[in-house]
Structures are given as structure tokens and as C-alpha cells.
């Protein structure tokens, strides 16, 4: 069974940074391409990015608003997904999902984890 | 970035309705589109991919059509169960995009 962990969320100020972590289990981590969903409360889903496996050259997409400020990585020996999150801004206040899939879509999600960003 | 649609942003219904969303993207994404259900307070849960492709384990009651531009999920006959969000999401390109959903209440 797909397990999906996320940590790590909390209250940041504006400005300021943290980092997601997502443990993954059930499933070859190594070969998967690993993604982040936010979703801001009372709003909708929004793609963050995805990562491919090494394999596949390891690189990372984002969407536009976050390009530049937030890092997707992996460390496949741990079997941990990151999200490190750079300059903060009010708006980035959502829960963050890490997904995984063979689909092409998000097959399988974690619980989520809360990032709250106020000063 | 692809731009995606749903119609309606919501609706009520009732228990053994067919219901129908549309799902429309802002260019052609072949059949690169899945839909979700999403409850209050968890996490999405995917129904179907590459459009009309239902994921195991999801009720038969639940179909998706369409490729290009034009996507609809149907649902044959409304259970309680199925109350909820419906969001559609495109992954022909980066960056992917999701619909902004459409609330399904009785």
C-alpha cells in the first residue's frame, strides 16, 4: 500500500523559509516521479511541481508563481521527498500535499500538511 | 500556461441523479486530463485518467469522456457518498493546472 507522509508545516513569516519533507513508502521510490499540491483554505487545488526520478534526469518543473522561490528535491535513499520554500509570502498559506503517480496524474496523495504564512 | 474551465461551480442534487460535469481546456490536451474527488477536510482521491480511464477500485457509476478540448465526468446515479468537489487537472504540459472544481451538494 502507497504511504505518504508529510512534515514539517507551521507558521513562517513573511519573508521567511521552511522545508516540506514527505516519507514515502509501498512503492520503488527510486523510479517514481514525485509532485507537491497545495490548496489554499477555502480554495481550490493548485499544481506547485514535480520531480522526476534520477533515472529520468532528476529535474524539477514549478508553476509560475512559485518558480524561483520554492525548490523540489529528493533523496532516494531515504525515500524522502522536499519542498524547500523561499521568501514566503501570504499567499503561499495552504495545506501542501505530496502526490505520486504512474497515471500521468496524482494517483496517490498524503495527508497534508498546514504552512501558515503571517506575521 | 493552459488555462482549464469547469461548468458548473456548483449544484445541488439529489440521490440516483445523473449528474454531468464539463471540463474544458484553453488548447488542445489530447486525452491528458484527470478528474478527483475531494471531501471536506481530506486529501483529493483521483476517480479517472487519460480521461475516460477509472482507477481501480472506483464504482463503475463514475465515467469520463472527451479529448482535445472538451472533457465531461459523469456520474450515472448520485449515492450520498458521492456529495463532494470535482476537480479536473490537465498534464500535457508543464506547468499542470487544475480546474477551480465544481461543489456537487444535495
Known amino acids: 500500500e502507497v504511504q505518504l507522509v508529510e512534515s514539517g508545516g507551521g507558521l513562517v513569516q513573511p519573508g521567511g523559509s521552511v522545508r516540506l519533507s514527505c516519507v514515502a513508502s509501498?512503492?520503488?521510490?527510486?523510479?517514481?516521479?514525485m509532485s507537491w499540491v497545495r490548496q489554499a483554505p477555502e480554495r481550490g487545488l493548485e499544481w506547485v511541481g514535480r520531480?522526476?526520478?534520477?533515472?529520468?534526469?532528476?529535474?524539477?518543473d514549478y508553476a509560475a508563481p512559485v518558480r524561483g522561490r520554492f525548490t523540489i528535491s529528493r533523496d532516494d535513499a531515504k525515500n524522502t521527498l522536499y519542498l524547500q520554500m523561499n521568501s514566503l509570502k501570504t499567499e503561499d498559506t495552504a495545506v501542501y500535499y505530496c502526490?505520486?503517480?504512474?497515471?500521468?496524474?496524482?494517483?496517490?496523495w498524503g495527508q497534508g500538511t498546514l504552512v501558515t504564512v503571517s506575521s | 500556461a493552459i488555462q482549464m474551465t469547469q461548468s458548473p461551480s456548483s449544484f445541488s442534487a439529489s440521490p440516483g441523479d445523473r449528474v454531468t460535469i464539463t471540463c474544458r481546456a484553453s488548447?488542445?490536451?489530447?486525452?491528458?486530463l484527470a478528474w478527483y474527488q475531494q471531501k471536506p477536510g481530506k486529501a483529493p482521491k483521483i476517480l479517472i485518467y487519460?480521461?475516460?480511464t477509472l482507477q481501480s477500485g472506483v464504482p463503475a457509476r463514475f465515467s469520463g469522456s472527451g479529448s482535445g478540448t472538451d472533457f465531461t465526468l459523469t456520474i450515472s446515479s448520485l449515492q450520498s457518498e458521492d456529495f463532494a468537489t470535482y476537480y479536473c487537472?490537465?498534464?500535457?504540459?508543464?506547468?499542470?493546472?487544475f480546474g477551480p472544481g465544481t461543489r456537487v451538494d444535495i
Open positions: 487519460a480521461a475516460s
Open positions: 520531480i522526476k526520478s534520477k533515472n529520468d534526469g532528476g529535474t524539477a
Open positions: 488548447q488542445a490536451i489530447n486525452n491528458y
Open positions: 509501498g512503492f520503488i521510490f527510486n523510479k517514481a516521479w
Open positions: 487537472q490537465h498534464y500535457y504540459n508543464y506547468p499542470f493546472t
Open positions: 502526490t505520486t503517480g504512474n497515471s500521468g496524474g496524482e494517483d496517490d
